[in-house]
């Protein structure tokens, strides 16, 4: 289970076992972004609202960070298929199968047909499946604009996402409400 699923699709009902536990030392970043936060919110100016929502970014940034380095999983334990899954995954806004084999040293005609070879499926359609996944994710559980999402999620024209993901989807992001995934 990724960071962001774990908070934008909670599992609600009671049978549900999942939750993330962390240990943090007294001496560990995440006391001084709290306190800051504590004090800020009892302080409160008229700059509070904007300077809690920068602090919370922070929170989950570091949350994310320590989160993905206490659940790595050893390289020699997983293929190479899953770790360039993850490498797009984790990079989906602004990877191209350039960083793909810059960072895993093959050739870029190895690793098109290791990954569909493994997959099923091309670079591209694999880049375009996580997009899509953050993207409805993102639609569904956040009150971000569609323009927003499509900017984080690297698409430079916001029409290129709309294009995308009816594509992908059936259904324009606007109307996404009214289909169930």
Same mark, same amino acid.
């Given at each position: ?9 909670? !599992? ?7 939750? @993330? &536990? ?22 409160? =100016? ?20 320590? #989160? $993905?380095?206490?659940? &790595?999983? *050893? @390289?020699?334990? =997983?293929?190479? $298929? ?14 191209? %199968? ?9 050739? *870029? ?7 569909? !070879?493994?997959?099923? &499926?091309?670079?591209?359609?694999? /880049? %375009? ?7 409805? /994710? ?6 971000? =604009? ?8 690297? #698409?430079?024209? =916001? ?13 324009? *992001? &606007? ?7």
């Amino acid at each position: 289970m990724s960071f962001l699923h774990f908070f934008l699709e909670p !599992k609600t009902n009671q049978f549900s076992d999942e939750y @993330i &536990r962390m240990h943090f030392p007294a001496d560990a970043e995440i006391w001084s972004i709290i306190g800051l936060m504590a004090r800020e919110y009892a302080n409160k =100016t008229e700059t509070t609202l904007s300077l809690l929502h920068s602090m919370m970014r922070t929170l989950t940034m570091y949350l994310s960070r320590k #989160y $993905a380095e206490e659940n &790595r999983t *050893p @390289i020699q334990d =997983t293929s190479l $298929a899953a770790r360039m899954i993850l490498f797009i995954e984790a990079h989906s806004e602004a990877v191209t %199968l350039k960083d793909l084999t810059a960072h895993f040293g093959y050739h *870029p005609n190895y690793i098109s047909s290791y990954l569909h !070879k493994k997959t099923g &499926r091309t670079f591209s359609q694999l /880049l %375009l499946e996580k997009r899509m996944e953050k993207a409805r /994710l993102l639609l569904e559980n956040t009150e971000l =604009t569609i323009e927003m999402i499509s900017e984080m999620l690297g #698409y430079s024209n =916001t029409s290129n996402f709309y294009k995308a993901f009816r594509e992908y989807y059936g259904v324009s *992001p &606007r109307n996404l409400n009214t289909k169930r995934f």
